[in-house]
């Protein structure tokens, strides 16, 4: 058989291909990175309070409290650490939930299986905000008062435990049949298996869905501001943006911060899913 | 000499297909068993019914001196069906190893998680287990970073390190590209040569004719033919094994 050496001109044309399609994709590349910067020009330019007349159409932009915001950002930014305190120990939580959630759906025990199944079609069946005030507004009536962060980390872990269930589930059904096989073959017992040999490998599965359920679970903390009890960022925004009628300088404020955390969460995010697709081929 | 394999009267269903019809057999110490014919004959099922991985309806299954009745419930017959597991080694057509161990971690998994034995321990009869399956070298591989043929090498060292008295190959080169094939059968050469019982549902015929004390010939769900492998590859006396073998050598 011969190959493309055989060929100069065949390699050469093989060599020019590929050059093409890199210039072809670092223009894609180059021309997405300067739509990024056109359009955070554009978001600036609006909040800019400059006043401009375009084509013989008078614009004017919005004009922001500076003062203010340079005066306030440090208090807001002083939620930061407790936004992603409240993230990290919900996701723990809702992590458990949602393993002891798939081992009652996988279940043969009847109760085990109905009580899964209850758990999850009574979470997913009412809203979160009216979950977090159960456990806020409605225990009290029973003189079970808990801190706010308690309450928070109780109903956001409860709620996304309910939804991530079928995450863990799909995880824990994605390891092959050959595993479980070969495991009983050598005598393993269903609980050796499943903490040995199946559950190792799931975790892997479900890492980088997990990951996604902590990013969105990042922004939905800020629900347990309405309560009032915990200092995280859009309660503060809240309250210095209603004391001094700079709402909108407030929640602008509290925006960029969400929006810088979820930034930073999801490059983590994605640098650990190439690391394990790597590890699906190394391992 | 005293059987170490007695099946008796098995039956097994898959919904309205009788796939395995009340099939009796023993099987000697020492002695290596072929099982050969068509896809669908029951072969497979067979063997996985010799471990209870598929749970017959009927019949009963012996392998030294632990022996098991289909059908049974509670605790005391998944003891028994423990037992029974812990005197067979079992080698699968897709190898499936433990796609997150290494090669040494899946061959100790065994000794250590179901034996309790000291780890230390478990290294030593791992390592002298792929020294003999010639991937002692690969000990610290992941299975996907083995051919198919070493992975089966290392499934093959998984099962032995359990120090099981019959292993049960279940189409152990079927899955395999057909240069991989040999470093396998040469790793159950050794085996045979070491006197270990096995039984092997096989397409492979020349390991079948080379080391087959007997050949057992399914269809249908049933033996109807048995003998050494000259009887059966050159003389074959039913007309269903002579089609077989003729479709096969052709």
């Not at chain 1, 930061?80 to 305190?85: A, C, N, Q, R, Y």
């Not at chain 1, 919900?90 to 025990?109: D, E, F, N, Q, T």
């Not at chain 1, 005598?187 to 980088?208: D, E, K």
């Not at chain 2, 080379?210 to 033919?225: C, P, Q, S, V």
């Amino acid at each position: 058989m011969r190959n493309t050496a055989d060929f100069p001109d065949a390699t050469n044309q093989v060599r020019i291909i590929q050059e093409l399609r890199r210039q072809k994709l670092l223009r894609f590349r180059l021309g997405v990175n300067t739509s990024y910067v056109v359009l955070m020009a554009l978001l600036v330019l609006a909040f800019s309070g400059v006043e401009f007349t375009f084509f013989g159409i008078e614009f004017s932009t919005v004009s922001l409290d500076w003062d203010f915001i340079w005066e306030r950002m440090p208090f807001i930014f002083g939620g930061v650490g407790l936004t992603i305190l409240l993230s990290v120990l919900s996701i723990v939580l809702a992590s458990v939930l949602a393993l002891l959630g798939a081992l009652g759906r996988l279940s043969k025990s009847p109760p085990a299986y109905a009580l899964a199944t209850f758990y999850i079609s009574l979470i997913r069946g009412t809203p979160l905000l009216l979950q977090i005030y159960f456990f806020l507004l409605g225990l009290p009536q029973f003189g079970i008062v808990l801190t706010g962060l308690t309450a928070g980390v109780l109903a956001l872990g409860l709620n996304y435990g309910a939804y991530m269930t079928e995450i863990m589930r799909a995880g824990i059904q994605s390891v092959g049949v050959g595993q479980r096989e070969a495991a009983l073959a050598i005598g393993m017992t269903q609980q050796q298996i499943m903490r040995r040999v199946v559950l190792p490998q799931a975790f892997r599965m479900v890492i980088p869905p997990i990951g996604n359920q902590f990013i969105a679970m990042l922004k939905d903390t800020s629900l347990i501001a309405i309560t009032g009890f915990v200092w995280e960022i859009l309660w503060r925004a809240q309250k210095v943006g209603r004391a001094n009628f700079r709402n909108f300088e407030a929640l602008l404020i509290a925006a960029v911060f969400y929006w810088i955390i979820t930034i930073l969460f999801s490059a983590v995010q994605s640098r650990l899913e190439a690391h394990m697709a790597r590890g699906e081929r190394t391992l | 000499m005293s059987a170490i394999v007695r099946i008796a009267n098995l039956n097994k269903h898959f919904d309205q297909i009788h796939v395995l019809k009340d099939i009796s057999f023993e099987v000697a110490p020492a002695e290596v068993i072929c099982i050969i014919g068509r896809s669908g004959s029951g072969k497979s099922t067979l063997l996985r019914c010799v471990n209870f991985l598929e749970q017959p309806e009927f019949g009963t299954v012996e392998v030294d001196g632990v022996q098991v009745v289909a059908g049974g419930k509670g605790r005391d017959h998944q003891q028994q069906i423990h037992a029974l597991r812990l005197k067979t080694g079992m080698v699968f057509q897709s190898f499936n190893l433990f796609a997150h161990m290494t090669a040494l971690q899946n061959v100790i998994e065994g000794p250590v998680t179901v034996k309790g034995m000291p780890k230390k321990e478990a290294i030593e009869l791992g390592m002298h287990n792929l020294e003999k399956v010639g991937l002692a070298a690969k000990r610290d591989q992941f299975p996907s970073r083995l051919s198919g043929g070493q992975q089966q090498r290392v499934a093959i060292a998984r099962a032995l390190a359990m120090e099981p008295k019959v292993m049960l190959f279940d189409e152990p080169t079927s899955a395999l590209d057909p240069e991989l094939i040999g470093e396998v059968l040469a790793v159950m050469q050794k085996l045979v040569e070491e006197g270990m019982t096995m039984l092997t549902v096989t397409h492979e015929m020349g390991f079948a004719r080379k080391f087959a004390h007997r050949i057992l010939y399914m269809h249908d769900g049933r033996f109807i033919e048995q003998g050494s492998p000259e009887q059966l590859f050159n003389n074959p006396e039913d007309e269903r094994t002579r089609a077989f073998l003729s479709h096969l050598l052709t």
